[in-house]
């Protein structure tokens, strides 16, 4: 069984100028996704898909494989799922299962990699993402006039009184596990049978905006120190 982790890293961020490749806690910020996945005994290759000549020259010296991505797949409105496809269907060594690492996620706790692979394995899925719990009060907005609350605001429930029913969780985008052959029947990186880890609600950072980039180093830094 092959397990390829898969890294989507183009060029012209527009949040973030060079932001694949901007020093983070020391770093250029995709090695952190390339080494989470090269320090997991189950994976077999790390594959960086990029149409960036600098990314590429990086991420290649970190251990990864390049996959040049063709320009019509490199564009503001692509989607990761095509680079995927790309992927998948121009080599000849295909994987069993892969990984997908989003390298604007770089925050990730320490063996998740291993236990996500070993649960996703075990129990048969067909997909499986990275999750966290919140217990932020939800609404819903309609339109100018009509909101929705997603909680009974009537009776608010102090944080210490939530309940595991209470609890909501939410995507973190930062790994999702798939099967090829769940991938080339629906072109999705999620669907059939789909399971999920549980990671810390602080985990749920990603970097769009140069404060997300500050705020995440700096509390990568400080975890790191411990």
Not at 11 to 40: D, Q, R, T
Not at 124 to 149: C, E, M, N
Request: proline residues 5%; hydrophobic residues 35%; glycine residues 6%.
């Amino acid at each position: 069984m092959m397990i390829t982790a898969f890294i989507p890293a183009r060029g012209g961020s527009k949040g973030i100028l060079g932001k694949n490749i901007k020093e983070f806690a020391g770093k250029p910020l995709i090695v952190h996704s390339i080494e989470y996945a090269l320090n997991c005994s189950q994976i077999d290759e790390v594959v960086v898909s990029t149409d960036d000549d600098d990314i590429a020259k990086i991420a290649r010296k970190a251990g990864a494989r390049i996959v040049n991505r063709p320009p019509e797949l490199s564009t503001d409105s692509a989607i990761t799922e095509s680079a995927i496809h790309h992927f998948v269907n121009k080599f000849n060594k295909k994987p069993d299962i892969l990984v997908l690492l989003q390298p604007t996620s770089p925050y990730r706790p320490n063996g998740s990699l291993e236990n996500a692979i070993s649960h996703f394995t075990e129990n048969g899925f067909d997909s499986l993402l990275s999750i966290i719990p919140t217990h932020r009060f939800f609404w819903r907005v309609k339109d100018d006039q009509t909101t929705y609350a997603e909680y009974d605001y009537l009776n608010r429930p102090r944080r210490q009184d939530l309940k595991q029913e209470d609890v909501r969780y939410m995507e973190n985008g930062s790994l999702y596990i798939f099967t090829r052959r769940h991938f080339d029947k629906t072109g999705n990186r999620l669907g059939g049978k789909i399971g999920y880890v549980e990671w810390p609600e602080e985990y749920s950072l990603e970097i769009d905006t140069p404060l997300d980039f500050d705020i995440l180093e700096k509390i990568f830094l400080s975890n790191s120190e411990k």
